[in-house]
């Protein structure tokens, strides 16, 4: 298991952020995060000291952002999905002539950002699959993306290594760390300038929202993100953010139970005559499982498997009772999808399963069920 030192710390996170705003409250205020949704604010003439139009900045994301900064443990910028949060980092920190080392297996959208959009603005894009990213070529590279655990293959790789050989080399590293989440890994503490994530997944845990957001210690280049945020015009809307923080003071808890179930859900299909290609961070036999045990304080909520076509794995999804058939990850709801439908680089029957809250031996026994039915 990981570092007992990290899981208090995670503990210590999930109880700040449930009382953050209680701290701060006068009599008569109300205990929750109040719904603003004015466009302006009152703004008397001279310098705007505070809120005075709702693209610059408003209360509902203030409150989110501090609760994100608790978890991340640096300040936070909050975006309308993960996809405009990585869109930022990459328009706001890059110019023509850089160069971008980008996972060759990681999320679809952002590669194709890289070879869409990026390139057309004379930007190099570079790729390395994720398990190789501590031995990638990064000379002449000025920003290095990872992805740990990669989705949808969920290889891991070293945050402190392919940080140490980036910053040797004069590049930044930027995280998406969406399949983790802040609160099982913190990739600022090895060292990495900036995190992105998507939001819309366990963060806010009821598939009812996007939203994404940016961390980082270095003010200089976070102020450039919310600069862009500002004149891209890429912004939560104040239910969205607002939804996002509710969702955030039951993400310890419903991370507990997903990530407890995952590993057994991993552990059930070991031996299963019917399944290969088994991967879960958390098995031992995971080839990246000592590099996640050191950086992760659990291990996430995703497990991965091949059936054998793609037709035993439509039928695996259809049969089991406790899974819809649904993209993304995160919910409550167990689901489950075939990755190959979207082009992923995985075997056809590649199966990408999200556990969500049910009681860990049901969902067990659901799968096996599905599994023994095919
Ligand atoms: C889902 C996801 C994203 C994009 O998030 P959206 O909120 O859908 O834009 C980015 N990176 C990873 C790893 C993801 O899983």
Known sequence: MSAPDESAERERRAAALLHHRASTLAPGESTTTPLVS??????????????????????????????????????????????????????????????????????????RLASRVLERFGVT?????????????????????????????????????????????????????????????????????????ADTKAPSGHSDVLAGHVASRDAERLERVREWRGLGGAIAGPFEAWLLQRGLATLELRLERMCRTALAVAEALVDHPRVSGLRYPGLPGHPGHAIAARQMSAFGTLVGFELADAAAAARFVERCPLLVSATSFGGVHSSAERRARWGDAVADGFVRLSVGCEPTATLVDAVLGALDDG
């Not at 900045?57 to 405009?84: C, K, N, R, Y």
């Not at 998406?176 to 060292?191: I, K, M, V, W, Y």
Request: glycine residues 6%.
């Open 38 to 111: 004015s466009t302006t604010f009152h703004l008397p003439p001279g310098d705007p000291e505070t809120f005075y139009y709702g693209r610059a900045d408003t209360p509902v994301w203030q409150a989110v952002e501090a609760e994100l900064a608790i978890l991340e443990g640096a300040p936070t910028v909050l975006f309308p999905s993960g996809m405009a949060a990585i869109s930022a980092v990459l328009l706001s920190q890059l110019e023509a002539g850089s160069t971008i080392l980008i996972p060759s297996d990681g999320y679809y959208a952002t590669r």
């Open 125 to 197: 894009v570079r790729e390395c699959a994720t398990a190789a990213f501590a031995d990638a070529d990064v000379d002449g590279v000025d920003l290095v993306f990872v992805e740990t655990p990669s989705n949808p293959g969920l290889d891991v790789c070293d945050l402190a290594v392919v940080t140490e050989r980036a910053h040797a080399a004069g590049a930044i590293v930027v995280a998406d760390n969406t399949t983790s989440t802040a609160l099982l890994q913190r990739p600022l503490e090895h060292g990495v300038d900036l995190v992105v994530a």
